[in-house]
């Protein structure tokens, strides 16, 4: 039987006890369910045990990282025979490797990432692999302890949607407020009402990062773009991508971003041609998508000069 599992992660006392509390007491989420929460590290904030039985929830704790492993999981789930797991896992173990780790019948629903804003900086100094790899896996990121007037969200949104450009951002307040997305303050150096929207190649990243968190916005509107062309295995017949080397997190990490290019043409334009692509955006379902992504129908091809620089950035 398949396990839906819902995970928050995050350094140590980042906020993830605080919200599993508020989840359990949500009355649309428990509606008497069995809960099992596995903790994988205890911080400042204990569980509390009155949320717990109201919950009908119990917890269990694995604090080193080698007991957490399919066996001890498997029969965890047997001890308590629960509807749903939650689980809390430590910010210090990365999130590429607990996949392999989980029981094959667990089915995660939603990925969790909760970090401290005032600590964010700190943190992507000096543990920014651990930190992107998280990133990049999650569903939603969470800065908490924010304080009014202090939180350059344009500069959070480059360096997160930089490493996953589909995850969502929340930010919660010293006061208790809490906003999600980015309310109409993420201007981009390109008009998104022209026709076509002009893509120039130092803002190819940009374009990339505000197309795959905003496809909609793009959906049957006509774009010019420049770029070069790459395909991959999980690339159908009929496509291409216009893409650029981007730096995600670091100068040792060069990936290819790009979107998918329809043409009955395609075959004629070999892998790292520079191209330019005038076409209109529509959504299609997509094995390199992994769902549904922006796809340009091209009505022109045509090759196009060299970007003087062949990494992209997302500023």
Known sequence: MEIPVYLMTGFLESGKTTFIEETLNDKEFSKGEKTLVIACEQGEVELDER?????????????DEEDFNPENLTALVKKHKPSR?????NGMWSLRDMAQKAPKDWIFYQIFMFVDHSKFEVYMNNMRQLLS?????SDIIIFNRCEPGKVDKKRLRRAVKALNP???MMFEYVDGSVEQGFQGDDEMPFDVNADPIEIVHDDFGLWYIDIMSNAPRYKGKNVHVRGMVFRAKNVPK????ISRRAMTCCANDIQVVGILVKSPDEAKWGDGDWVEVKGKVVAEKQACYKGTGPVILADLIAPTEKAESEVVYFN
């Not at 949320?51 to 604090?63: D, Q, R, T």
């Open 51 to 63: 949320i717990l039985k109201a919950s009908n929830s119990e917890v269990e704790y694995i604090e």
């Open 85 to 89: 797991v939650m689980l809390e896992y």
């Open 133 to 137: 790899d998280d990133i990049a896996v």
């Open 166 to 168: 589909r995850i969502d």
């Open 238 to 241: 009929g496509y291409f991508v």
